[in-house]
């Protein structure tokens, strides 16, 4: 008898608590809602976690790769994978390798040799770079004491360069292509967007139709049409500008539509009369009135649009079309393990894959989450 | 329905032609053309060609007319099915993509077909037992199919399958079929060469028809006429497959159509990294040798394939769901 009071008082006890709860929540601001919902949601905050580690991993990739992305050991072509060991004598070591011809395919492979042990130092000093394009050093954070052989942990490629520190410093290019693109699609975007559902009539007509044969053309072979007008003897700074803007080209279409429904609904409100009332000027009410209005929504398209960004850069550069060498990107790296003889003898050509799929899964539970969030008053 | 499929037809025409223009443009944005192309390609192998021999094939190949000029005559040759000249392959364009494009669809439906067949159950059982260890599982891997390009599964395909299982993996048919006439051996053997692709190609839109299923279901699974059905007694597999699937599957139906893009887009990739016969490897040399006409012959006819895609998405929804009117 006590057990089942006890029991109704606990449950009496939770509605009492859920309907306080409930309360407290008109009392939230809609960004307080927001914020609320994300947090509920683990995904999107491991998602979130995540990405702000790429980008920080990007930050500082010349300082975390052991070695320069162009720094060749043109004596270790396509060196496998090396572990790091530790035993309590030497502190942390690799082995050297051994290199052994196979006579008949011509074929290098390589074995440990366990008669050499290289110790792995922290703060190593080796290639000389820029932090964050401001700082002259040549403190690495891993490194060799020896000159002669490089710590590969992720393998060397064609030219004897390291893998691991060519995908980090490949993950700037990679990572902040997608940003760009989507920043100047973000611009173009809720401009446009915003001006159509804002003023109708025929300056919808027109953006609407611009929008529509932008979106008859399947996405990826327009890209590559556009990617290919490219002249090849330009540099690599014009080429990367260009690509975010061949990227954004189609990226502004997605924005604007869902801005324009957003706006039409939002131009019948008493606060844009009212601003019309007192003689704001229409530039004045787009850009103070309904882009704010918008902001949330905008901003879970750009975490949405993310990963289609970075897919599209990868794809374009593994086909040849996109950013070239010297630049390096994941989608460059790629390239590389095109081919059915890299993939059978050397798979870890591979590894960027790995990066991309990290980081689009990173913004892929991160947009959803948010995508959740942005509608605060649905439980 | 007839007029509606006609009127969706006739309005295409503008913008077909919007896409033509815009098409050529973006084809004659390179500086040059295919001969100074193939002038500096021959210089940089040695032996040199003569500005006066460039000028000569250029006047031939009706390359020195204006701009304006030449799209008139590319466009008002389409009517007649005269898609220009590819000065690459010495070829009418028309003889060169035919199959190619029929390959490109070929791959797309079969693709297609592949990703309703897996999702539709998968996405049934994950809204039933929403929250379980599967969903939560399914649920992950339908973000992680999201997550891979195609051509990095692509290329997985070719390592694992050179690798582990040692078969041929690239093209259409191995090699000692290639040249074999047909048989049911052969068309075994194409199969073998087109199905893995067309699971790949299927990966991303799969993982996207899993979550919606899901999600329309359960929300089917809250109304009350559900509740009425179970109330009257049926089974539980009728509730769900008579009564609930039969209306929660109609958003799946409108997704068809935003997927037909992501398809063709696929079909186009994947057809460069397994050396399959789509549109792909075509499309990119004839972009990189700057052959104009086959290039945006392609792509307008890439467009084309995917505004029919659209219409006959709509026809569909319209079929499977009598509550919308057709105007």
Known sequence: MSASANQMEQVLDEATLSRAEEESRYGLSQSQLIWRKFIRSRMAIGGGVAILLFYLVALFANFIAPYGGDQRFTDYLYAPPQGIRFDTQNGLYIYGLEKKVDPDTLLTTYKPDTTRKIPVK???????????????????????????????????DRQG??????????????????????FLSLIIGSITG???????GQVDNVIQRVIEVIRSFPSVPLWMALAATLPQHWPPERIYFSITVILSFIGWTWLA??????????REEEFVMAAQLSGASDAWIIFRHLIPAVFGHIIVIASLAMPGMILAETTLSFLNLGLRPPLISWGVLLQEANGLENLR?????????LFIAGAVLSFNFFGDGLRDAADPYTM | ?????????LAMIPTLLLVSILTFIIIELPPGDFMTQLAANVGTSGSSMDQAA????????????PAVIRYLTWISGFPRGDFGYSLDWKAPVRDLIGGRLGMTLLLSIISLGIMWVVALPIGIYSATRQY????????????LGLSVPEFVLALIYLFVGIFVFNISVMGLFSSEMESAAWSPAKVADMAKHLIPPAIILGVGGMAQLIRIMRGSLLEILGQQYITTARAKGLKESVVINKYAVRVAINPLISVMGMQLPNLINGAVVLGMVLALPTIGPLFVRALLSQDQYLAGTMLLFLSLMLMLGNLLADVALAWADPRIRLE
């Open chain 2, 132 to 143: 379980s260890l599967g969903d939560n599982l399914l649920t992950l891997l339908g973000f």
């Open chain 1, 345 to 353: 003898h050397f798979p870890w050509l591979l590894f960027p894959a």
């Open chain 1, 257 to 266: 539509r869902q801005l324009r429904g957003k706006v039409l609904a939002l």
């Open chain 1, 194 to 200: 915003v001006t159509s559902g804002y003023f109708g």
């Open chain 1, 161 to 182: 360069r390291d893998m691991l520190s060519r995908i980090l410093i490949g993950s700037q290019m990679s990572l902040t292509i997608g940003l760009v693109g989507v």
């Open chain 1, 122 to 156: 922290f703060f190593a000093h080796d290639q000389p770079y820029k932090l964050m394009g401001l700082f002259d050093t040549d403190i690495h954070l891993l490194g060799l004491p020896v000159k002669d052989t490089g710590i590969f942990l992720l393998g060397s």
């Open chain 2, 1 to 9: 329905m007839i007029t509606f499929i006609v009127r969706r037809l």
């Open chain 2, 54 to 65: 460039v000028e000569n094939l250029q006047r031939q190949y009706g390359l020195d007319k």
